[in-house]
Nanobody, 128 residues
Framework: QVQLVESGGGSVQAGGSLRLSCAVF????????MAWFRQNPGKEREGVAA???????TYADSVKGRFTISQDNAKNTLHLQMNSLKPEDTAIYYC??????????????????????WGQGTQVTVSS
């Protein structure tokens, strides 16, 4: 059974930083895509950052230059370093994983429906 467990959320003032972590328990696949999404009440879950099996990363325009996604394969852990936080970054943040059957598969994984496994979410609140 696969479990994704997020940690590291909290409250911070604008301009501050937070580091989210997502621990992966269980076997997903020999290779898998991973990503961070966020969601506010009444809104769609949106992709924030993603990393593929080659270690290539992509970011939403709203977080480029401020957020960094990274993966510790030895520890089966995904991270999201968030700097220069803004009030509009306030949301519940979720990590997600999807088995990757071939090398370029992750490039097409962009939306909530594209990912099979999800964490329970961690709240990030940024005050002005």
């Amino acid at each position: 059974q696969v479990q994704l467990v997020e940690s590291g959320g909290g409250s911070v003032q604008a301009g501050g930083s937070l580091r989210l972590s997502c621990a992966v328990f269980g076997y997903i696949h020999s290779s898998y895509c991973m990503a961070w999404f966020r969601q506010n009440p009444g809104k769609e879950r949106e992709g924030v950052a993603a990393i593929d099996i080659n270690g290539d990363t992509t970011y939403a325009d709203s977080v480029k230059g401020r957020f960094t996604i990274s993966q510790d394969n030895a520890k089966n852990t995904l991270h999201l370093q968030m700097n220069s936080l803004k009030p509009e970054d306030t949301a519940i943040y979720y990590c997600a994983a999807e088995p990757a059957p071939y090398r370029t598969y992750c490039r097409s994984r962009k939306y909530q429906a594209d990912f099979r496994y999800w964490g329970q979410g961690t709240q990030v609140t940024v005050s002005s």
